[in-house]
């Protein structure tokens, strides 16, 4: 049985083997153990094995609590029962016996009910701008008993001025006793305290003026590295690290082609043979074309290299000229017999060769001009390069077809010797690297060449979409390995020296994806998400591309990084909240968008929805609706900063009216309204606009940081009321939220309030689903985002075939007691910690599902059953894995 007479902290304790001991020892006796640096009122006991200038040693002497050695453990585990503590307690008089030990006296004053703490009748100010040092302070004091305000209190008289900053005199106006930190440890241990080397010189002290002590850093954060079982959580640290290596090494080999390689490995000779194309170039000459390319396959040995002006004035021929269907597979034949003869990969030579042959012969462009031109005239897009025939003929289609198949192998084939290690050093020396990345743009994966890849791609799948012919989607299916293998390889080539670059990269390809993706329907959207080969481009561009719908329907999302967490939290909050959202009249797209946002150069600028407008009246459209400035105002602007609100309604009565349209700067009208005191407008809006995006930010000051910069106090409360807490967490520029605007703490608290009201208004239950389309499309999204993570982050499941992670009951036991907060402060590998927290969240997964909206679980759409099936199979694999009955092994 669990004894509460004897819980312990330990403090300053760093030796792993002597801390298992003791941790060992307080359970076998049925103590209880509580790790972390933060000193908890609920400790008896503090083990420490001497004077410390910690957080935990300073509240327990002014608790009363027991300071004792390891001696007390050690002995009463050899006993088999708890000792007597006196003998073991910290003495910090031992060489002075005639000086009374000032832990022994402030815990018997405490334990004989003379004081209930070491500052009792303390009414504490503190003021120290540094909110982890101030933190640490309130709690020591708290422990003794005293009264602690860190704004001045209007109930209290304040006895104590605690500060480190010798320049405030706000104690002294008041002709309030003003104390520096240090006064705390001088008040503990009194005259002791000059033989303890990690405080002030006392003679130099004085009670009204600060003086500077060296504890005070040390008693910010307690190093003792506090945790359960430190030795227990290092081995499960190497656990997952192995795991995770095992499982980043299978994915790196599914990039790998060791199939297509061996062909492409010639056997070079010692000595590369002397070949004469002369012969080739009269063929050329005498447009002899399909003879001359059998030459060149009759000459072709490893190492040998035809011209690279006569491959380009082949290649212009297949391009521009009447070619027939065997001479265009004749060139394909021979840029594949080159290739095989000599591959690219460690050979800067033969890299440079390619480059100068893979390019258009007339721009001459380069590879990456070649292959975009090459697209375009399959899609039917400009602009191309330079005029080709048009339109292609068939043959020409299944050339340029054949020609993207012979880039992505080429591309293929680098990539397997970047993974496989037999590049290793010169990967951007390749032809793949050399195309999508300048000398400028190679620390960042969204390069032009990248961007544009992307766009094509997009573009690609809505052309094959609901198309029968072959040839299309296998012109789409090649630009997913394409863009799959550039991401991969970048990846690849950075992992090792940033991760953390890496993963920004992705993010923002995903992010510009996202845009691209914006004003796509549902169906293609089901079309192009599966097309991103990249499980780790595909996982942020779907996250983006939920975050943007819920921004879109006026939902504030936690900007938190990804974690399976987050996806079954706020997100699955968020999908029940958007439950409640009804259809809206017209999705505007950024298209539009930007066209409305350009300046006007007449007196009526084009604005989204004026063509509906015109349909359905004029005689509803405001004058002036049309009219963008120079600065890309609306009319919607213009009203929200004059306050006219009866113009808002008649503009928002307009069939189209995108709500949350922006200026050059990035403005939101909300942003005008709350900056210029607009407080009808801005009630207006919130009361009309469902999907009002109250979290828009523009170099981080968002609607609510505008109306308390201009104390516009009224419109701060319903904004806050509308769109709760979540608006107090959004920060600018300066990291500032808006309540560190705020420099009363009764408006403060007032403000709080009014978030309050709102969390609840958000957290209302939903019975109904309003738009079961819109929730149909949004429950996919997050499926998609959901498995797609689950793979990425090497998240085991009973649907991962042999995986090399063992989940016993005593593992899941462990990954359970596991504190977070800690777990990044003693764990060395952020990949660890990531799946570690995925594993527990997978193994609490009840407590999410439980919360899950009633709309949500109603639904009887097959994509909202389907996602709602998923959790329910994590959350029975999780509560099995606990129980050891499950089949993961």
């Given at each position: 049985?669990v004894?509460?007479?004897?819980?312990?902290?330990?403090?300053?304790?760093?030796?792993?083997?002597q801390?298992?001991?003791?941790?060992?020892?307080?359970?076998?006796?049925?103590?209880?153990?509580?790790?972390?640096?933060?000193?908890?009122?609920?400790?008896?006991?503090?083990?420490v094995?001497?004077a410390?200038?910690?957080?935990?040693?300073?509240?327990?002497?002014?608790?009363g609590?027991?300071?004792?050695?390891?001696?007390?453990?050690?002995?009463?585990?050899?006993?088999?029962?708890?000792?007597?503590?006196?003998?073991?307690?910290?003495?910090?008089?031992?060489?002075?016996?005639?000086?009374?030990?000032?832990?022994k006296?402030?815990?018997?004053?405490?334990?004989?009910?003379?004081?209930?703490?070491?500052?009792?009748?303390?009414?504490?100010?503190?003021?120290?701008?540094?909110?982890?040092?101030?933190?640490?302070?309130?709690?020591?004091?708290?422990?003794?008993?005293?009264?602690?305000?860190?704004?001045?209190?209007?109930?209290?008289?304040?006895?104590?001025v605690?500060t480190?900053n010798?320049?405030?005199?706000?104690g002294?106006?008041?002709?309030?006793?003003?104390?520096?930190?240090?006064?705390?440890?001088?008040?503990?241990?009194?005259h002791?305290?000059?033989?303890?080397?990690?405080?002030?010189?006392?003679?130099?002290?004085?009670?009204?003026?600060?003086?500077?002590?060296?504890?005070?850093?040390?008693?910010?954060?307690?190093?003792?590295?506090?945790?359960?079982?430190?030795?227990?959580?290092?081995?499960?640290?190497?656990?997952?690290?192995?795991?995770?290596?095992?499982?980043?090494?299978?994915?790196?080999?599914?990039?790998?082609?060791?199939?297509?390689?061996s062909?492409?490995?010639?056997?070079?000779?010692?000595?590369?043979?002397?070949?004469?194309?002369?012969?080739?170039?009269?063929?050329?000459?005498?447009?002899f074309?399909?003879?001359?390319?059998?030459?060149?396959?009759?000459?072709?040995?490893?190492?040998?290299?035809?011209?690279?002006?006569?491959?380009?004035?082949?290649?212009?021929?297949?391009?521009?000229?009447?070619?027939?269907?065997?001479?265009?597979?004749?060139?394909?034949?021979v840029?594949?017999?080159i290739?095989?003869?000599?591959p690219?990969?460690?050979?800067?030579?033969?890299?440079?060769?390619?480059l100068?042959i893979?390019?258009?012969?007339?721009?001459?462009g380069g590879?990456?001009?070649?292959?975009?031109?090459?697209?375009?005239?399959?899609?039917?897009?400009?602009?191309?390069?330079?005029?080709?025939?048009?339109?292609?003929?068939?043959?020409?289609?299944?050339?340029?077809?054949n020609?993207?198949?012979?880039?992505?192998?080429?591309f293929?084939?680098?990539?397997?010797?970047?993974?496989?290690?037999?590049?290793?050093?010169?990967?951007?020396?390749?032809?793949?690297?050399?195309?999508?990345w300048?000398?400028?743009?190679?620390?960042?994966?969204?390069?032009?060449?990248?961007?544009?890849?992307?766009?094509?791609?997009i573009?690609?799948?809505?052309?094959?979409?609901?198309?029968?012919?072959?040839?299309?989607?296998?012109?789409?299916?090649?630009?997913?390995?394409t863009?799959?293998?550039?991401?991969?390889?970048?990846?690849?080539?950075?992992?090792?020296?940033?991760?953390?670059?890496?993963?920004?990269?992705?993010?923002?390809?995903?992010?510009?994806?996202?845009?691209?993706?914006?004003?796509?329907?549902?169906?293609?959207?089901?079309?192009?998400?599966?097309?991103?080969?990249?499980?780790?481009?595909?996982?942020f561009?779907?996250?983006?591309?939920y975050?943007?719908?819920?921004?879109?329907?006026?939902?504030?999302?936690?900007?938190?990084?990804l974690?399976?967490?987050?996806?079954?939290s706020?997100?699955?909050k968020?999908?029940?909240?958007l439950?409640?959202?009804?259809?809206?009249?017209?999705?505007k797209?950024?298209?539009?968008?930007?066209?409305?946002?350009?300046?006007?150069?007449s007196?009526?600028?084009h604005?989204?929805?004026?063509?509906?407008v015109?349909?359905?009246?004029?005689?509803?459209?405001?004058?002036?609706?049309?009219?963008?400035?120079?600065?890309?105002?609306?009319?919607?602007?213009?009203?929200?900063?004059?306050?006219?609100?009866e113009?808002?309604?008649c503009?928002?009565?307009?069939?189209?009216?995108?709500?949350?349209i922006?200026?050059?700067?990035?403005?939101?009208?909300?942003?005008?309204?709350?900056?210029?005191?607009?407080?009808?407008?801005?009630?207006?809006?919130?009361?009309?606009?469902?999907?009002?995006?109250l979290?828009?930010?523009?170099q981080?000051?968002?609607?609510?940081?505008?109306?308390?910069?201009?104390?516009?106090?009224?419109?701060?409360?319903?904004?806050?009321?509308?769109g709760?807490?979540?608006?107090l967490?959004?920060?600018d520029?300066?990291?500032?939220?808006?309540l560190?605007?705020?420099s009363?703490?009764?408006?403060?608290?007032?403000?709080?309030?009014?978030?309050?009201?709102?969390?609840?208004a958000?957290?209302?239950?939903?019975?109904?689903?309003r738009?079961?389309p819109?929730?149909?499309?949004c429950?996919?999204?997050?499926?998609?985002?959901?498995?797609?993570?689950?793979?990425?982050?090497?998240?085991?499941?009973?649907?991962?075939?042999?995986?090399?992670?063992?989940?016993?009951?005593?593992?899941?036991?462990?990954?359970?007691?596991?504190?977070?907060?800690?777990?990044?402060?003693?764990?060395?590998d952020?990949?660890?910690?990531?799946?570690?927290?995925?594993?527990?969240?997978?193994?609490?997964?009840?407590?999410?599902?439980?919360?899950?909206?009633?709309?949500?679980?109603?639904?009887?759409?097959?994509?909202?059953?389907?996602?709602?099936?998923?959790?329910?199979?994590?959350?029975?694999?999780g509560?099995?894995?606990?129980?050891?009955?499950?089949?993961?092994?």
């Amino acid at each position: 049985m669990v004894d509460n007479k004897y819980i312990f902290q330990m403090s300053g304790i760093k030796n792993h083997s002597q801390k298992k001991q003791l941790l060992q020892g307080i359970r076998k006796l049925g103590g209880v153990y509580i790790g972390g640096s933060v000193y908890k009122e609920t400790t008896t006991h503090l083990i420490v094995q001497k004077a410390l200038a910690s957080e935990k040693f300073l509240a327990a002497c002014a608790g009363g609590k027991w300071i004792v050695t390891p001696g007390f453990i050690l002995d009463s585990v050899n006993q088999k029962a708890w000792l007597p503590e006196a003998s073991y307690e910290l003495n910090l008089t031992a060489q002075t016996p005639e000086t009374p030990n000032p832990l022994k006296t402030w815990r018997e004053r405490v334990s004989n009910g003379t004081v209930s703490g070491a500052f009792q009748d303390w009414v504490v100010l503190i003021d120290i701008d540094d909110p982890a040092s101030r933190s640490v302070f309130i709690r020591i004091l708290k422990a003794g008993r005293a009264v602690v305000f860190t704004d001045w209190p209007t109930s209290h008289a304040v006895t104590h001025v605690l500060t480190k900053n010798k320049s405030k005199d706000k104690g002294r106006k008041c002709r309030i006793p003003h104390y520096s930190v240090s006064y705390v440890a001088k008040h503990l241990f009194g005259h002791v305290c000059s033989e303890l080397n990690w405080l002030c010189n006392l003679e130099s002290f004085d009670e009204k003026e600060s003086c500077e002590m060296d504890f005070e850093a040390a008693a910010v954060t307690d190093k003792s590295m506090d945790v359960t079982d430190d030795l227990s959580h290092k081995e499960l640290e190497e656990m997952l690290k192995k795991y995770i290596i095992i499982m980043e090494q299978r994915q790196k080999m599914l990039l790998t082609v060791p199939e297509f390689h061996s062909y492409y490995t010639p056997n070079l000779s010692v000595q590369i043979p002397a070949v004469d194309f002369s012969n080739v170039q009269s063929l050329v000459e005498c447009t002899f074309f399909p003879q001359a390319l059998e030459e060149i396959l009759g000459s072709l040995q490893p190492g040998v290299m035809p011209p690279a002006l006569l491959l380009q004035q082949l290649m212009h021929h297949a391009l521009h000229g009447d070619a027939k269907p065997l001479y265009l597979s004749m060139f394909i034949t021979v840029l594949h017999s080159i290739l095989r003869n000599n591959p690219t990969w460690g050979s800067p030579g033969h890299t440079k060769y390619f480059l100068q042959i893979l390019q258009c012969p007339e721009c001459k462009g380069g590879l990456w001009s070649l292959l975009e031109t090459s697209v375009r005239v399959c899609l039917g897009s400009k602009p191309t390069c330079h005029s080709l025939p048009s339109p292609p003929s068939t043959e020409l289609f299944r050339l340029h077809c054949n020609l993207q198949e012979f880039f992505l192998r080429l591309f293929q084939l680098e990539l397997h010797a970047a993974s496989s290690g037999r590049s290793r050093g010169r990967s951007r020396a390749s032809v793949l690297y050399s195309t999508f990345w300048n000398m400028w743009e190679k620390s960042t994966l969204t390069s032009r060449a990248v961007q544009q890849l992307s766009k094509l791609l997009i573009k690609t799948v809505v052309w094959a979409f609901n198309s029968t012919q072959e040839w299309r989607l296998g012109m789409s299916v090649t630009l997913q390995e394409t863009l799959c293998v550039v991401v991969e390889f970048w990846a690849q080539e950075h992992s090792p020296l940033n991760s953390s670059l890496v993963e920004k990269g992705f993010k923002d390809l995903a992010e510009h994806m996202a845009i691209l993706c914006q004003d796509l329907h549902c169906d293609v959207l089901k079309e192009l998400i599966p097309a991103i080969r990249s499980a780790r481009l595909r996982m942020f561009t779907v996250d983006a591309i939920y975050r943007n719908i819920c921004c879109s329907r006026g939902l504030i999302l936690s900007s938190e990084p990804l974690c399976l967490l987050k996806i079954v939290s706020t997100y699955l909050k968020a999908l029940g909240n958007l439950c409640d959202r009804g259809p809206v009249q017209t999705l505007k797209g950024q298209t539009d968008r930007l066209e409305m946002n350009q300046p006007s150069t007449s007196s009526a600028a084009h604005v989204p929805g004026s063509e509906a407008v015109k349909d359905s009246g004029r005689e509803t459209v405001p004058r002036g609706y049309h009219r963008v400035n120079a600065a890309g105002e609306t009319l919607l602007h213009r009203a929200c900063k004059k306050n006219q609100v009866e113009t808002l309604l008649c503009i928002l009565s307009v069939p189209g009216t995108d709500v949350n349209i922006k200026d050059h700067a990035g403005w939101t009208p909300l942003h005008e309204a709350c900056n210029h005191g607009s407080t009808e407008c801005v009630q207006a809006l919130l009361q009309h606009c469902p999907n009002l995006q109250l979290g828009s930010q523009v170099q981080g000051v968002s609607p609510l940081h505008d109306a308390l910069l201009n104390q516009h106090m009224r419109i701060a409360k319903m904004l806050l009321q509308r769109g709760g807490s979540p608006l107090l967490k959004l920060r600018d520029s300066e990291g500032q939220t808006p309540l560190d605007l705020v420099s009363f703490e009764a408006l403060r608290e007032e403000l709080l309030r009014c978030a309050e009201e709102g969390d609840k208004a958000l957290a209302a239950p939903c019975l109904e689903v309003r738009d079961l389309p819109f929730i149909e499309s949004c429950s996919w999204v997050l499926s998609c985002l959901f498995l797609t993570y689950l793979q990425e982050r090497h998240v085991p499941t009973y649907k991962t075939p042999l995986t090399p992670l063992d989940l016993s009951p005593t593992v899941c036991r462990s990954l359970i007691r596991l504190r977070s907060d800690e777990l990044a402060s003693t764990w060395g590998d952020s990949r660890a910690v990531t799946l570690a927290e995925d594993l527990r969240t997978v193994l609490s997964l009840e407590q999410y599902v439980s919360q899950v909206s009633p709309a949500l679980r109603r639904c009887h759409g097959d994509q909202t059953r389907l996602f709602m099936q998923l959790l329910d199979d994590l959350q029975a694999e999780g509560v099995a894995l606990i129980s050891g009955q499950s089949d993961f092994d």
